[in-house]
């Protein structure tokens, strides 16, 4: 990462300019002094909270320095999320079939609306939410999951409190840092002050006891969760609905690993009666169909959904949508309509049992090693417990003695500290030699 | 019983948020003459006992939200539009409304995009999450093709989904405590992202603008540039050039004097140039031209007008090493954590086809669409002034700017969308320093930009 480097300045007032220096690069060190003009715009103060760069960035950094000083290793990659395996043909014919026809007069598509084709909406509401009350306009195609998180923070405000797993996906906590919701970052604790972080642990099966849970405005739940694994119960996620119904609290509710679920868990909150008054549901094509440089996802905002005042709060995020947005790529789109067909959601659904045996591969591989390992069984996530350690510092050893590359826990959260996340996309034979590494090495 | 079901959302074919009135859900919405300075309330079809018996959740509306006045300003062109068809189902609508490209893209560019969507069907190919920034290569030529010389590196440039997403994340990155100018006539998203992020103060209907933005007023006294003697200091100012959408293109003396103003000031231009490929004047196309504008300045940009990109998504931001904030702190690296946090990159198929772009076989394809439309333009400037109208813009931009003096917007574009089925863009829907303009936008298949001008020409004769 190019701006990982704090470089302190001096900004000079305006009688006493002098020139700037042409040629800034990253390489600079540490304590080197850039003089020049600075502007007088205050920095956002919210931003200044934030103490590290975004996680996965810097999991990235820590690979490129271990490559530079080892570079000769063979890495293996189980950090990062990123699917490896080809998109199938159906789906990229597709896409490249309507890129053929932007260049024909019948076939050239300019703006398209800003929620998504309908036809893909419709193919969402049918394929994912039949029989659950949710129409097509209720939901907004985009191009991701991590883009809607933070336009959903947008669409909240500075003046709403959240509640989060934790451990969780990091950008539900730093969008709501980067909005102003979070309040300081309190250094003992590793916690924002305005979050209420909900503990998930082996304790209480990876859900969070809702009895000790204050109540806050939203509540970010992902199931199967991102990094735990743990896909909430029927049971688990009625509580929930419940609880939040109780409180007047909206539920975000990030399905983006639904199509990993193996043991008839919930695929959406919208299984749940009484969801559609009380939830957000957040969806992605990235792990489902290898679409994470595609980009393409989409967000269930229920009519139903009705701020204090009686005002729908689907039609602040259309307006939202319409205005910081302009849609997601007719491409992609024309790929996710494809992923919806029959061929292409069975061709997928075999790369994510491609990607599920991997996980077990993985499970099992540190079971007989002797580590407690959740997850991996409805997510392709695998969360390994190292008790008593430090989970970068387990991440750093792994790393260096083994050449592969996980996620250390404490990234997702303060819970996450003592578990390492290990991710199951890859090449088998990958996996395979991950496993064998892992055998010598621990 | 749904809330929305008195719109209908089969009609619309391009950008539109049809199934949402702009501030109200009673019928008389439907009506295209409703004028925008209407104060309407906030009503739910929904019967008074089911109203009383909706559940609602503790969870307060955004305020900032709730400042806005209306919809965004081209779903509610489309709305009309929309109506408009279902009164006259047979009509043979012409759009120069919402400045949407029509022509093909070239082959050069479709058959790398083509490519690289099959490409992800091979191991070899397969590319997963790619850098948020952009792709390395896309970023070089994007340097080398618009800033060689100007001293801006490949990693200055933060390639997005597209200029409108840009102008979001920056007012994301400058946070509620920043005040901002405009130009006035300006597009919409300026303003309009900068009431959602609570920069704003209340919208003032007698003079239609929001508390808190300086509204630099552009007109043809001024030739559209902003008399800076009389401008307040803001943090942020946003500028349009060429401008959308009066279609005037900055000198670089006037550019010069904008970054001393910038600069006296301490304060940021977001410096719009989604349109300098149409520049037919030898005037700046770039902000970063100008001498000490690198600490000063903010560059965003689009493929959508110059590769019909506006459905594949392709934009790119700059942002010097140079600029910094009060404190000293790079704005680059902010921005670069927002896009890191907010964002996930673009498509990397659309990327490929702006790769393509900027090959010397694209840039060349890009060049005739451009010169296409241009001549639309000249063709609408020309029945307009023939029609003895004073007419603004058209040379260094896709729009024409005319001028009905005395006259409500609205009313004019509503009275051309009835009388010629013809949809333009009222000038007050870009702030009230457009009203009494229409912005009339040159994209268009040629047979319908000559139908457009017989029938202006019936019209108005």
Not at chain 2, 154 to 167: P, T
Not at chain 2, 249 to 270: C, H, M, P, W
């Amino acid at each position: 990462m190019y701006y990982s480097q704090f470089l302190s300045r001096v900004c000079m007032p305006h009688a006493v300019l002098l020139q700037p220096k042409e040629s800034w690069n990253s390489s600079k060190s540490n304590d080197e002094i850039i003089v020049g003009h600075c502007t007088k715009v205050p920095r956002n103060s919210n931003l200044e909270k934030l103490r590290s760069g975004y996680l996965f960035p810097e999991i990235s950094r820590h690979e490129s320095e271990h490559l530079q000083k080892n570079p000769d290793a063979s890495l293996i990659r189980l950090g990062i999320g990123d699917t490896t395996q080809p998109i199938p043909d159906t789906i990229t014919l597709a896409m490249a079939e309507q890129v053929r026809g932007l260049s024909t007069i019948q076939g050239y598509r300019g703006y398209g609306a800003e929620q998504g084709n309908m036809a893909l909406r419709k193919a969402i509401a049918g394929k994912f939410y039949q029989d659950m009350g949710i129409k097509a306009n209720e939901i907004f195609v985009s191009d991701g999951a991590q883009c809607d998180i933070s336009r959903l923070q947008m669409l909240l405000g500075s003046n709403v409190t959240v509640a989060v797993q934790d451990p969780s996906f990091p950008a539900y906590i730093d969008s709501s840092v980067v909005v102003g919701q979070a309040g300081e970052l309190e250094e003992e604790t590793g916690k924002y002050g305005n979050i209420i972080y909900m503990n998930c642990g082996p304790e209480n099966d990876f859900f969070p006891d809702l009895s000790t849970i204050p109540r806050t405005d939203i509540i970010f739940l992902c199931s199967p969760n991102n990094p735990t694994g743990h896909a909430a119960s029927w049971q688990q996620l009625k509580q929930l609905v419940e609880f939040a119904e109780a409180n007047g609290s909206i539920i975000v509710h990030d399905s983006a690993y639904a199509a990993y679920i193996r043991d008839g868990s919930p695929r959406s909150i919208f299984a749940i009666p009484g969801a559609k008054e009380v939830a957000i549901e957040i969806s992605s094509f990235s792990k489902f169909a290898g679409f994470t440089g595609v980009r393409l996802g989409w967000t269930v905002v229920p009519e139903e959904l009705l701020y204090s005042n009686g005002f729908p709060v689907i039609k602040d995020f259309n307006r939202i949508v319409c205005t910081c947005f302009n849609g997601a790529s007719n491409i992609a789109q024309a790929g996710g309509l494809a992923c919806l067909s029959t061929d292409g959601y069975h061709d997928l659904c075999k790369v994510i049992d491609y990607y599920m045996e991997n996980a077990k591969i993985l499970v099992d591989g540190f079971t007989s090693l002797g580590w407690k390992v959740y997850g991996g069984k409805n997510a392709p996530y695998i969360w390994v417990h190292f008790p008593g350690m430090s989970s970068w510092n387990v991440f750093a050893e792994i790393l260096k003695k083994t050449n592969i590359v996980t996620v250390p826990g404490r990234g997702f959260g303060p819970a996450g500290e003592e578990y390492i996340r290990v991710s199951a996309f890859g090449q088998r034979q990958n996996i395979l030699e991950a496993i064998r590494r892992l055998n010598s090495f621990l | 019983m749904s809330l929305m079901n008195n719109l209908s959302t089969s009609m619309i074919s391009s950008s539109s948020s049809t199934f949402l009135a702009p501030t109200s859900f009673n019928s008389r919405t439907q009506s295209v003459s409703v004028p925008l300075k209407s104060i309407n309330i906030v009503k739910c079809v929904a019967t008074p006992q089911e109203q009383q018996n909706a559940y609602k959740t503790k969870v307060s509306r955004n305020a900032n939200i709730a400042k806005l006045q209306a919809g965004y300003l081209f779903p509610e062109v489309a709305r009309r539009r929309a109506a408009h068809l279902l009164k006259y189902p047979n009509a043979q609508v012409i759009s120069l409304g919402i400045g949407d490209t029509t022509e093909p893209i070239p082959d050069v560019i479709t058959s790398a995009m083509a490519k690289r969507s099959h490409a992800l069907s091979t191991l070899e190919g397969y590319s997963g999450y790619g850098a948020e920034q952009g792709e390395k290569a896309l970023r070089a030529a994007l340097a080398s093709t618009f800033y060689r010389n100007l001293g801006i590196e490949d990693d200055d440039i933060f390639v997005s989904d597209g200029a409108k997403c840009d102008i979001s994340r920056l007012q994301v990155v400058f946070g509620s405590n920043v005040t901002m100018a405009v130009q006035d006539p300006s597009y919409p998203a300026y303003v309009d992202s900068s009431v959602i992020m609570g920069q704003t103060g209340q919208f003032q209907k007698d003079v239609e603008k929001y508390g808190n933005i300086e509204y630099m007023r552009c007109t043809p006294e001024n030739g559209f540039f902003p008399d800076l003697s009389k401008v307040a200091r803001t943090d942020i100012i946003f500028f349009c050039s060429p401008n959308n959408p009066t279609g005037a293109a900055a000198t670089r003396e006037q550019l010069t004097r904008l970054v001393k103003f910038a600069k006296d000031n301490g304060s940021i231009i977001v410096y719009d140039s989604a349109y300098a490929m149409y520049m037919s004047d030898d005037n700046p196309r770039s902000i970063f031209e100008i001498p000490g504008a690198k600490e000063v300045a903010i560059e965003t940009a689009s493929f959508s007008k110059y590769a019909g990109f506006t459905g594949v998504r392709l934009g790119w931001t700059v942002i010097p090493k140079q600029l910094l904030f009060s404190d000293g702190f790079p704005v680059a690296k902010d921005f670069n954590r927002i896009v890191c946090t907010c964002f996930n990159g673009a498509s990397n198929i659309a990327q490929a086809g702006g790769l393509a772009c900027l090959s010397s076989e694209g840039l060349e394809a890009m060049q005739e669409v451009i010169g296409f439309y241009k001549e639309n333009t000249k063709i609408i400037v020309e029945t307009f002034n023939s029609l003895g109208f004073k007419v603004y813009g058209g040379k260094n931009a896709p729009y024409v700017w005319v001028h009905f003096p005395g006259r409500s917007s609205w009313d004019v574009f509503s009275e051309i969308l009835e009388k010629t089925h013809i949809v333009t863009t009222p000038g007050s829907g870009f702030g009230p320093g457009g009203e009494g303009f229409i912005r009339v936008s040159a994209f268009g298949h040629r047979e319908n930009v000559l139908e457009a001008c017989r029938r202006f020409k019936q019209l108005y004769n």
